[in-house]
């Protein structure tokens, strides 16, 4: 038996709540695109066998992770798989993501687990701070969630990398990015500017952000980019994306 799966990349517009202005924390919106994907392959075997390829950071740690979780589900695990192909780590496409999550996916079509994608997701471990990448592995186009429950000043934004235990954010729609829009990526060879080993105390210290900024940015995605992509209507839909991406976190 032979399993093929693709994941295609995300861009994460940003994080809303990280200021305690709602009932929730963390949430996100974002969308996939067709650009650089992920291609594992995956075959039956008696053992299990992963081939992560070259080193891409925390990836290889993050899918074995996943599969000891499965494990500890008492779900079969067996087979050889191989990510044939994945876009560069850390430069904001959710490869680390779409990485696991194809993984996984090969996986339990190889071993016929019974579980649903959100499922899936739990054991995957991603999608702690923001499930759009997570959601959009399975759906695709513009995907929003509202993070996790309880919003207070008093609370410890953590990126999803900080082992908290959270459950997966809470997923509230998606909606079908027009065709006509396209997306060019433009990338710089230097290293992040945030080392992902340095992303905790990143948090830490610029959080939490002001709450009319998170107010202002909740109104910039229901009443900005999701009526203007409803609309078709490009212009708006930049100017609601500009907007959100000059204040809160992203700022």
């Not at 560069?88 to 649903?116: E, Q």
């Not at 759906?139 to 309880?150: C, K, M, R, S, T």
């Not at 990126?159 to 027009?178: A, H, K, N, V, Y």
């Not at 009526?227 to 212009?235: H, Q």
């Amino acid at each position: 038996m032979k399993v093929s799966v693709v994941a295609y990349p995300r861009l994460h517009f940003g994080l809303t709540d990280l200021a305690g202005a709602t009932g929730r924390s963390y949430g996100g919106i974002g969308a996939h695109f067709r650009g650089p994907e992920v291609y594992v392959e995956g075959r039956a075997d008696s053992s299990f066998v992963l081939d992560l390829g070259a080193s891409h950071g925390d990836e290889e740690t993050k899918v074995g992770d996943a599969a000891l979780r499965a494990r500890a589900s008492a779900l079969p695990l067996s087979g050889s798989v191989t990510v044939l192909k994945r876009p560069p780590s850390h430069v904001g496409l959710g490869s680390t993501t779409a990485t696991t999550l194809a993984v996984m996916k090969a996986l339990a079509v190889l071993n016929r687990w019974p579980i649903d994608s959100r499922e899936l997701i739990r054991l995957s471990g991603r999608g702690r701070t923001s499930a759009i990448g997570c959601n959009g592995f399975f759906l695709g186009g513009l995907i929003v969630d509202a993070g996790q429950p309880g919003g207070s000043r008093t609370t410890s934004y953590l990126p999803s990398i900080t082992p908290e235990g959270r459950s997966p954010s809470l997923f509230l729609g998606r909606w079908e990015m027009p065709t006509d829009w396209n997306v060019s990526l433009a990338f710089v060879n230097d290293p992040p500017t945030v080392n992902p080993g340095s992303e905790r105390g990143f948090f830490e210290k610029n959080t939490p952000t002001t709450g009319t900024d998170t107010l202002q940015q909740i109104a910039d995605v229901f009443h900005g980019m999701i009526p203007a992509l409803l609309e078709n209507d490009l212009d708006q839909f930049g100017q609601s994306l500009r907007r959100f991406q000059v204040r809160g976190f992203k700022a």
